[in-house]
């Protein structure tokens, strides 16, 4: 079964850190790259953060040095380290592989707001 389920998000106040996981259930994960998304109300969902099967990372340039994809394929769960945070950061936040149709379906996401 394919599934995928984020945690971690909440309200922090600018400056701040969180660390979201995604658990992931199914093949498709183990062999892709894995990515983490995020949609802001009123916005499209935009990739911020890859790393691929060769653990090479890639960031959208409004988080690169300050969040850090990394994963435990032991555990089959990808973190996102975000520091530094924006309140232009507040979006729901999905992980999913890269291409995201590769896995044929979406998490419910975590919510992070960054607010003072």
């Known amino acids: 079964q394919v599934q995928l389920v984020e945690s971690g998000g909440g309200l922090v106040q600018p400056g701040g850190s969180l660390r979201l996981s995604c658990a992931c259930s199914g093949t498709i994960f183990v062999i892709s790259a894995m990515g983490w998304y995020r949609q802001a109300p009123g916005k499209e969902r935009e990739l911020v953060a890859t790393?691929?099967?060769?653990?090479?990372?890639h960031y959208a340039d409004s988080v690169k040095g300050r969040f850090t994809i990394s994963r435990d394929n032991a555990k089959n769960t990808v973190y996102l380290q975000m520091n530094s945070l924006k309140p232009e950061d507040t979006a729901v936040y999905y992980c999913?592989?890269?291409?995201?149709?590769?896995?044929?379906?979406w998490g419910q996401g975590t919510q992070v707001t960054v607010s003072s």
């Open positions: 790393r691929t099967s060769r653990a090479n990372t």
């Open positions: 999913n592989t890269v291409p995201s149709g590769l896995s044929g379906v």
